[in-house]
């Protein structure tokens, strides 16, 4: 009797220790599977960044294109005079 119990209880811890290991592991692979979704995320962002970037910056360039074409008195843009501001950044007046 005492043995059908230890047996019992010894498949029950088995079964019980297999579950949490499987589960774990389970989860580990899911933070692995959420920072590789993190990580493609920010890349893509980062990409269309630069696609804003590039269009504005073919936007400046057909802007200039057009202002010589019909002699325009207004002045052309130059790229060293453009200001890109970031998030959480300040503009003083003073700096310019």
Do not use: Y
């Not at 052309?76 to 503009?91: D, T």
Request: aromatic share 4%.
């Amino acid at each position: 009797m005492i043995c059908r119990l230890a047996l019992a209880g010894g498949l029950l811890l088995a079964t019980g220790i297999g579950f949490v290991l499987i589960r774990n592991q389970h989860v580990i692979e899911g933070h692995a599977i959420r920072s590789l979704e993190d990580g493609i995320t920010e890349l893509n962002q980062e990409i269309e960044m630069w696609e804003l970037r590039i269009a504005a910056v073919r936007d400046r360039q057909e802007l200039s294109r057009r202002l010589r074409w019909v002699r325009s008195d207004l002045e052309e843009i130059e790229s060293a005079r453009v200001i890109e501001l970031e998030i959480g950044s300040q503009v003083n007046p003073k700096d310019r």
